[in-house]
């Protein structure tokens, strides 16, 4: 069972950047704060300079939608703060409108486990402007995190080929959360299993373990280690072989295997966490075959990452089971997802007409994208062909023509007909929850079934091949017309 709200109660209203309550007093202050608006949170590129990206994060960011509460001790502090010349900074006006904030918002999103691609939108909040604008740093803080470790899983999943992984990160983990959520992400990029106990029982996931070095250290000898752990635990034993040395390691786990046999048991495993990993389970895998133990796994840890995985397989490594901590949580070697959360469009009321809105950027891939974003995927008999941008306020021609923002001179056109589907479903109307998210292990499937649908070249590590993305034409010349505009260019 998934209780993610647990991690976000009582409040974590603070939970944002500074800025954002300064936007919002003055927005209150000024009257803007009757206006509407609709933000749209999207990357740039893809993380690892990879092909893909997997969407993360979206249960704990609904959570945070739905908990988004100032409590007393909130506004108090609030209360307290002052500007320059002493004087508080926020009224108490504000305050109480703070206390009384609904959150009606619109949001559609990606569901998790959605693969997506630089520029597509993948969660869009439409309303009053002062919960839009409360909402952009911790909804970026939450998405961007998770789908940057669900994608590095995705990769390290792709590499082991079908083989479990199982997440040991939690020790090297970014804080507290970042370990907790990261074990989560992990697990929708398609992990087995996770050694951080607290995540596997927050949401559901399988928790699995080996042993330590100390517990070999704490006897006089590795193969009484393995024994007494054998005689307390005779249905999980898998041991970690290369405290003194793994060869001899793996002759002691052998001697353990048969007398868990002997009392009706099964040795699971061996571990390698060093030496080289290709040479040693080869080796393992030979002295278990031979001793009679061929449905014990080699297991292997150290610092493993996708690279190595795809180079322990080529060199023809028998490892079963890969232990992937640091690298996996961390998201090694980027340290961001680099998402943005930008303004789309505005209104003066609920009833008024949209205006689109655009930032101008000398960076062609930094200028935004103007309009109620969504995003339709086509395909084909082979899988995947392309997603085209579009703005809701247009819709999409049957046979639309999409621009590759990068070049325009780039378009195709999709046959009319062709199948396809918006990537983003509604998850709140008027703060109401509209969508019930997956359990996790459906997010998982969606990862795995999203993937398979895409070229080869678009999951290698090399050079990936660019997945086709562009905007719908109309958008496209919307936005150039409003870029034209903004820098005083004729047209
Ligand atoms: N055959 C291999 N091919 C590619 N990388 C490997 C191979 N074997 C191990 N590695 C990786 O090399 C890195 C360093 O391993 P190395 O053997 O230098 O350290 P170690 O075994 O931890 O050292 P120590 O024995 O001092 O603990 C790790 O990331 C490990 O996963
Ligand atoms: O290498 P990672 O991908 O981060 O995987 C997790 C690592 O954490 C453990 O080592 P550690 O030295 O912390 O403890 P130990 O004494 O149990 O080996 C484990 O043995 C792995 O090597
Ligand atoms: O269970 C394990 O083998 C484990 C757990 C955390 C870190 N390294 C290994």
Known sequence: MSVPSQLYRPSLALLTDYYELTMAYAAWKSGAAAKQASFTLSFRSNPFHGGFTVAAGLEHAMDLVSHLRFSDEDLAWLATQAGADGAPLFEAGFLDALRTLEVDVDVDAVPE?????????LVRVTGPVIPCMLLETPLLAVVNFQTLVATKAARVCLAAGGDPVL???????????????????AYVGGCAATSNTLAARLYGIPGKGTHAHSWVMLHAGE????????????ANCVFLVDTYGSLDGIRNAVEVGRWLREHGHDLLGVRLDSGDLAWLSIQARR??????FPRAAVYASNELDEIIIQSLKDQGARIGVWGVGTRLVTGQDDGALGGVYKLGAVRASADARWEHRVKVSEQAAKTTIPGLLQVRRFSGPQGFLADVVYDELTGLPASPVMVDPLDPTRRRQLAEGTPAEDLLVPVFRGGRQVY???????????????LARFHAGVKRFV?????????????HDLRTELVLAARGAPI
Do not use: C, W
């Open 113 to 121: 486990g959605t693969v997506v691609f630089p520029t597509e939108p």
């Open 167 to 185: 997440e040991f990160g939690l020790r090297r983990a970014q804080g507290i959360d970042g370990g907790l959520a990261a074990s989560r992400a």
């Open 223 to 234: 193969r009484e280690a393995f024994l007494e752990y054998a005689k307390a635990m005779p």
């Open 287 to 292: 002295m278990l075959d031979e001793a009679g």
């Open 436 to 450: 019930r998210p997956p359990p996790l292990d459906a997010a998982r499937a969606r990862t795995q079934a999203q």
């Open 463 to 475: 050079n990936p091949h660019q997945f086709p993305v562009g905007l719908e034409r109309e958008l």
